[in-house]
């Protein structure tokens, strides 16, 4: 089913379960300086691990020119991910290109704030409009035994402070919640970040790519998330703020500030998912735990105009059927998916 988007007068595609193609999240890189142990563990990316040759990188002209078409599709929100952001060069200059496009209602990234505070005030002058802040504990040994790089916590929540200072309130802080290893963090969290200046996603431990030894023990499902924070700090439910909003809202009773849980393996949210992902590469994924993409570089590269993008695009979108985590089972455990670090998050 094809809806007219008033704006620019293209169709806006549906998938095969009605899903609008809504949100676009890109990797500007596969690198990161980083090596946390659910994402992108040392055992397997090592100083011998092969990353893309940057011939095979989306260059930022490639990159704005395909979220122009999605824009044109109907698409309002575009992240920028990674691996990490902001080890890509002049990063600045993309987010200027990005920031230009009309129709564009959000541009957002996710970075692990492990860069000089200096950069903020730039980045939010090239025209970001929202930041996410990974940190998954205050605890400095817990922290840097998930980073694996012994990054202190001390430096994140510096930019953290800093971002809110040059205009980025709120921040949301995504702690990725695992058994054993940081669950002794969720209350600490939830205390350091009952502001107004930010909102504290506690995310489950989620099976995306092949790397990081998931197991369902080792998931802290989200229900008892709140139940741990609710027991010392009273929270009540909120409605969401859009339709496919991915976190559940929740508000500290007494101070009226926003806490949120993501529930992508015990409440599952594929049947709102308006989310397509393009990877550094310039392949297309229509699902967090996809294991193939479709190859957009070579048509960019090819010569073709934007009217054919538009209509691969559109015809990818309308195949769409994915709902792995409404799936999620036994037949799902030893399928191959890509990498979170490849397409983001």
Request: glycine share 6%; proline share 6%; net charge negative.
């Amino acid at each position: 089913m094809l809806k007219m988007n008033e704006t620019n007068n293209l169709p806006t595609p549906k998938d095969m379960i009605g899903r609008a193609l809504h949100d676009l999240r890109i990797s500007v890189t596969d690198r990161c300086n980083f090596r946390c142990v659910y994402c992108m563990p040392k055992e397997i990316f090592g100083s011998d691990y092969q990353f893309l040759p940057q011939s095979e990188v989306l260059t930022f002209e490639e990159i704005a020119r395909l979220a122009r078409i999605f824009v044109s599709l109907g698409t309002r929100k575009i992240r920028l991910t990674g691996g990490e952001p902001l080890v890509r060069r002049d990063v600045l200059s993309l987010i200027e290109m990005l920031a230009e496009i009309p129709d564009l209602d959000d541009l957002a990234m996710t970075t692990n704030g492990s860069f000089p505070v200096d950069l903020i005030p730039r980045l939010h002058q090239a025209g970001l409009q929202r930041m996410t802040v990974s940190l998954d504990s205050l605890d400095d040994a817990v922290f840097q035994s998930l980073n694996d790089v012994k990054f202190p916590v001390e430096r994140v929540l510096n930019w953290i402070d800093a971002a809110i200072e040059a205009g980025f309130s709120p921040i949301k802080v995504n702690m990725v919640v695992k058994r054993g290893v940081n669950d002794k963090s969720i209350l600490p969290m939830a205390q350091r970040f009952d502001t107004p200046d930010t909102i504290l996603r506690f995310i489950e431990y989620m099976d995306v790519g092949n790397s990081n030894g998931w197991r369902m023990d080792d998931v802290v499902p989200a229900q008892e998330i709140v139940k741990r924070v609710n027991a010392e700090i009273p929270l009540e439910l909120i409605p969401p703020n859009y339709p496919g909003e991915v976190a559940r809202r929740f508000r500290y009773q007494e101070s009226g500030n926003e806490i949120g849980v993501i529930t992508s393996v015990t409440q599952p949210f594929c049947g709102n998912c308006t989310r397509a992902r393009l990877s550094a590469n310039g392949s297309l994924y229509t699902c967090l735990f996809s294991a193939e993409g479709h190859d957009l570089i070579s048509q960019l590269r090819s010569g073709v105009n934007d009217q054919q993008l538009v209509e691969q695009i559109t015809e990818i979108w309308q195949a769409r059927t994915d709902r792995y985590s409404q799936l999620r089972s036994e037949n799902t455990n030893d399928l191959p998916k890509v990498e979170m670090s490849f397409i983001g998050g």
